[in-house]
């Protein structure tokens, strides 16, 4: 017998209410869902951080097998890192009534200068289900690294961002001994170490 596969169908949501509301909110919420064993739950009160959805992009090209990376600095990052201007993709929010793949063009250009030949959906994930509602879309583009240069960034937004070209092998091994420590990158970057070869179509 197959075991049930729960749905949202299967969470009460019986109350809301905004905690704090700025660039970000944070939502507290009452619930009660079904349980494995049958029946339900006790209510459940949980604080949700509301941050949007994000788009992330791995520029990549192929033809001389280089990534590039930006470098700006990560202010919470301080916390826990010696050197908290981090090595990353590009990645930004979305606006108002925006799909990925615009968010995902806008971001390359505001972030590194450079404009995609294709994009190529690689997949979306959660990045902290215990307590933020964030999904990222992540998109690998194809790009001439030749033309990345020079530091980036929107003034009102208080970016000061540098790009930096890289052999996706130096990229890859810099996650292994731990300069890249960010989560989007990581699993970008790893997937490209596994996916690479068949990225030259990308270019045609």
């Known amino acids: 017998m197959a075991e049930k596969k729960f749905s949202k169908a299967d969470v009460e949501i019986i109350g809301k209410r905004t905690l ?51 470098e700006q600095l990560r202010f919470p990052a301080v916390e826990t890192s010696e050197h908290p201007w981090l090595y990353e993709l590009v990645a930004g929010m979305f606006e108002a009534d925006e799909a990925p793949e615009e ?59 540098r790009v930096l070209v890289l052999p996706r092998q130096q990229a890859y091994e810099m996650t292994i001994d731990g300069r890249i420590d960010n989560a989007s990158t990581v699993l970008g970057l790893q997937w490209l170490q596994l996916n690479y070869q068949n990225m030259l179509e990308l270019n045609d």
């Open 103 to 161: 968010v995902a063009r806008r971001e390359l250009m505001e972030e590194s200068g450079l404009e995609a030949r294709s994009l190529h959906f690689v997949n979306s994930y959660l990045s902290s289900p215990g307590g933020c509602t964030e999904r990222y879309y992540l998109y690998c583009a194809s790009v001439d690294a030749s033309l990345a240069t020079g530091i980036h960034g929107l003034a009102e937004e208080h970016e000061d961002i």
């Open 20 to 70: 704090y509301s700025g660039f970000f909110s944070m939502e507290e919420y009452c619930f009660r869902h079904r349980l494995f064993a049958g029946g339900w739950s006790e209510e459940v009160k949980r604080e949700v951080f509301e941050r949007g959805h994000a788009v992330v992009v791995l520029p990549y090209d192929a033809r001389t097998d280089q990534v590039v990376l930006i």
